[in-house]
C-alpha cells in the first residue's frame, strides 16, 4: 500500500507560478513510477506529467510541455509538479498517483486525494 498526499495548490493569477508536492508514505517510493493528472469541472481527468521511478524519464501533455515540470526526490518520498506560466484553463484538481509506469493514462494503482489549483485571468 502507498499513501499518497499533495500540497502546494492555490489560487494564483495567470502567468504566475506553482509548485504541487506529493509526499508517499508506505512501500518504498523509488519502486513506483508517478504521474500527475487533473481534473477540471465537467470534464474528464487527463494527463499532465510522469516520471519513471529514477526520474530520468518524463512524459508530459502536449498542454503543459516547456511549462510544468515533474521532478522526484526518492530520498524524500516525494514527487514534484512545477507550474510556471500558469493560464487560466490550467485550473482543475491535480492529483499524483503511483503505479509500476510512468503511464500516460490512467493505470496506476494508488491515487491521491488532490489538491486544487484556480488560476484567474
Known amino acids: 500500500q502507498v499513501q499518497l498526499v499533495e500540497s502546494g495548490g492555490g489560487l494564483v493569477q495567470a502567468g504566475d507560478s506553482l509548485r504541487l508536492s506529493c509526499a508517499a508514505s508506505g512501500r518504498a517510493f523509488s519502486s513506483y513510477a508517478m504521474g500527475w493528472f487533473r481534473q477540471a469541472p465537467g470534464k474528464e481527468r487527463e494527463f499532465v506529467a510522469a516520471a519513471t521511478r529514477s526520474g530520468y524519464v518524463k512524459h508530459y501533455a502536449d498542454s503543459v510541455k516547456g511549462r510544468f515540470t515533474i521532478s522526484r526526490d526518492n530520498a524524500k518520498n516525494t514527487v514534484f509538479l512545477q507550474m510556471n506560466s500558469l493560464k487560466p484553463e490550467d485550473t482543475a484538481v491535480y492529483y499524483c498517483?503511483?503505479?509500476?509506469?510512468?503511464?500516460?493514462?490512467?493505470?496506476?494503482?494508488?491515487w491521491g486525494q488532490g489538491t486544487q489549483v484556480t488560476v484567474s485571468s
Open positions: 498517483a503511483a503505479g509500476a509506469s510512468a503511464s500516460t493514462t490512467s493505470q496506476y494503482d494508488y
